[in-house]
């Protein structure tokens, strides 16, 4: 599957943005969904993760409570919401997919398949 992420900008402190994820086919509905950014000259960090159902949803502890993940598999379409947005936040931020276990959600070699990328910048 061939996933494209869309959505980012350049904002300031406390604004929103929603980051869209588009999947190329329907397999995408039967697969895990996560959300990972990368900042300069930093590892890819894990960010947010959606189960395929929308059963399980996880978030790295710095955006609970303001992003939210989501998805419509009916559109092959995932979703990143993020609030309050912080200077914190300025990364690279991509899509991911695939059939991965639970205890592999948080570690970015172990999805197969990436969007390339939507650069988020949060600055005053």
């Known amino acids: 599957v061939q996933l494209q992420a869309s959505g980012g900008g350049m904002v300031q402190p406390g604004d929103s943005l929603r980051l869209s994820c588009a999947a190329s086919?329907?397999?995408?509905?039967?697969?895990?969904m996560a959300w990972f950014r990368q900042a300069p000259g930093k590892e890819r960090e894990f960010v947010a993760v959606?189960?395929?159902?929308?059963?399980?949803?996880d978030y790295i502890d710095s955006v609970k409570g303001r992003f939210t993940i989501s998805r419509d598999n009916a559109k092959n379409m995932g979703y990143l919401q993020m609030n309050s947005l912080e200077p914190e936040d300025t990364a690279v931020y991509f899509c991911?997919?695939?059939?991965?276990?639970?205890?592999?959600?948080?570690?970015?070699?172990?999805?197969?398949?990436w969007g390339q990328g939507t650069q988020v910048t949060v600055s005053s």
């Open positions: 991911a997919a695939g059939a991965v276990s639970r205890i592999n959600y948080y570690k970015h070699h172990k999805w197969p398949y």
């Open positions: 086919s329907r397999t995408f509905s039967g697969y895990e």
């Open positions: 959606i189960t395929y159902n929308g059963g399980t949803i």
